[in-house]
């Protein structure tokens, strides 16, 4: 069973690149090609957290073959990490760490990064190793299989990464006949693997030999962007703006109410301070009594009172909007706990996590 969880993985790794390979840019993907790779997240996180995480695995690649998000490169290699793969786990978390996410993307991205460095220092050590050597060595033609996948005959004697569990190792070369062993690890082992060939005929199917590396030949050299997590992808470039929010959306809120109500009390302060000047008015007339002028210094009154703490509470709801209402950029944490808040450009849906 855990062969052939690791076979699909294998299988699904090379989609992934063979796909991202053919896939414009992110930006151009349509956008019923990004909902549908949102779905698949949606379904690859819902799995993972159910304790489903082959079935998330598959979900997740997917979702990254139609668009490569740094988000969804964190989740193949937590899967891959789940299902004991942890050659792949290590080298996807690799990858995401030592990625260059371009400026401007979401910042959930850039804590996608970060996990992936933190998870990554944990993951490494896990890792064990096997060493095949052969007796004799440097044969010419030679050929080494591990679970039937040709090693490069250039890491004989050199310890190589594999998964926890039972290897078999099986070594070719003209002239010589083969030789097998299989071996256990669990994490963290080191194991050597001698494989002695002895003379005799066995044949030697198609694949990489031994030859002297050409220290001249020019290396390749790797392309700035960011590329996931095995071979040659699309730079991916951020679909949109930086995601913001408001400083404080509960002083906002408060300023809004505190303007309306300072309003309304200007509003009835200059109502209530024209009655009490107009009843001045008419008791300096004499027309009035006693009691009159003081009705009417009392409206005054009253009426400057409410017309200055009107005032008052417009500017200071004023302030408390300008405040409380400055876009600030979205935190990582807000990034991952509310992966929804931002709109896309040309569609009215909530699609923040791509």
């Not at 840019?25 to 949102?38: I, L, P, T």
């Not at 695995?57 to 997917?62: E, P, T, V």
Request: glycine share 10%; charged share 15%.
């Amino acid at each position: 069973m855990r062969s052939s969880l690791r076979s699909t993985a294998s299988v699904l790794a090379l989609l992934v690149v063979t796909s991202v390979s053919s896939v414009a840019a992110a930006q151009n993907v349509s956008d019923a090609d990004r909902k549908a790779a949102r779905d698949l997240y949606e379904k690859g996180a819902s799995l993972q957290v159910q304790g489903k995480p082959a079935e998330a695995l598959d979900s997740f690649m997917r979702s990254y073959t139609v668009f490569p998000a740094p988000t969804t490169a964190l989740h193949v290699a937590q899967c891959h990490a789940a299902l004991g793969h942890l050659v792949e786990a290590e080298e996807a978390y690799r990858s995401l760490s030592n990625a260059k996410v371009p400026d401007g993307s979401p910042p959930a991205f850039y804590a996608a990064q970060d996990q992936a460095r933190q998870e990554l220092t944990a993951i490494a050590p896990r890792l064990p190793t096997i060493r095949v050597t052969t007796t004799p060595d440097k044969v010419a033609g030679l050929q080494v299989k591990v679970d039937d996948q040709v090693m490069n005959p250039a890491l004989v004697g050199v310890a190589r990464a594999v998964n926890p569990g039972t290897h078999r190792v099986v070594a070719n070369a003209p002239g010589y006949a083969t030789s097998e062993q299989s071996v256990t690890v669990q994490e963290k082992d080191a194991r050597e693997v001698p494989l002695v060939l002895q003379r005799g005929a066995s044949p030697v199917t198609t694949g990489p030999t031994y030859q002297p590396v050409n220290t001249n030949q020019p290396q390749p050299q790797q392309q700035p962007g960011y590329q996931y997590p095995y071979s040659t992808g699309p730079t991916w470039n951020a679909p949109y703006s930086t995601p913001t929010k408001r400083a404080n959306g509960g002083l906002y809120g408060g300023g809004i109410a505190l303007v309306v109500l300072g309003s309304l009390a200007t509003l009835i302060g200059g109502v209530v301070l024209l009655e009490g000047s107009a009843a001045n008015s008419v008791c300096s007339q004499g027309i009035g009594s006693q009691t009159c002028t003081s009705s009417g210094s009392g409206l005054v009154a009253i009426g400057a009172t409410t017309l200055v703490l009107g005032i008052a509470g417009i500017i200071g709801g004023a302030i408390m909007i300008s405040v409380g209402g400055k876009r600030v950029p979205i935190t990582p944490t807000d990034a991952l706990l509310h992966p929804k808040l931002q709109l896309g450009p040309t569609s009215g849906s909530l699609n923040w996590a791509f």
